[in-house]
């Protein structure tokens, strides 16, 4: 212990030192690193990590005794079990989860299989332009209604009919309602 006293710490103080000289001074002019340097060291080094460190080191019989080092031992080996058993369910979830995963695509799959065969591939293939039609229709609603609540943010509707703009719905109550907008935030 008392090696690392003598030779380690003061070492370490130089060659810290004589590193971050080295680093800063590519950056700043050397006056700038030495007065920077000196406060890295007063303010951070030496408090934080030299003292603490010295400290340890000169009541190594009160810090390195048995009952000391055998609870720190205990607290490491409980840390690494704890973290094991946590990995260990880890997998085990994601495990289940992609299992899971897994079982509905092939699922997905095995049942669109069937439905081709069963009903031919003409009539699978309308059935998938009229579901993509209607995903398609769903987005651009969905689209819609975002940009038009966004743009209508102080706005209000009064009065017209059911229906929409579109072209589907009710049938005959497509086109624009006779309703009119009025904007809350204008001026008279």
């Given at each position: 212990m008392e090696y690392l006293q003598d030779n380690i710490l003061p070492s370490l103080r130089t060659y810290s030192?004589?590193?971050?000289?080295?680093?800063?001074?590519t950056i700043t002019s050397p006056k700038e690193a030495d007065q920077l340097l000196s406060n890295l060291q007063q303010d951070y080094l030496e408090p934080y990590l030299i003292m603490p460190l010295a400290n340890i080191l000169d009541s190594s019989s009160a810090a390195f005794s048995s009952a000391n080092i055998l609870s720190f031992l205990t607290l490491l080996v409980t840390f690494y079990?704890?973290?094991?058993?946590?990995?260990?369910?880890?997998?085990?979830?994601?495990?289940w989860v992609i299992l899971i995963l897994r079982l509905t695509f092939w699922a997905a799959v095995i049942s669109i299989g069937v439905y081709v065969y069963n009903v031919g591939v003409d009539k699978a293939t309308q059935d998938a332009g009229w579901f993509w039609g209607i995903a398609q229709g769903f987005l651009e609603d969905l689209v819609a209604n975002n940009a038009n609540t966004e743009s209508t943010a102080g706005r209000q509707y009064y009065g017209g009919s059911g229906g929409g703009s579109?072209?589907?719905?009710?049938?005959g109550s497509a086109g624009r309602s006779s309703g009119y907008w009025h904007n809350s935030n204008r001026r008279a």
């Open positions: 030192i004589l590193l971050f000289r080295k680093t800063f001074s079990i704890s973290l094991r058993v946590l990995d260990y369910a880890r997998r085990v979830i994601m495990f579109r072209g589907y719905g009710i049938k």
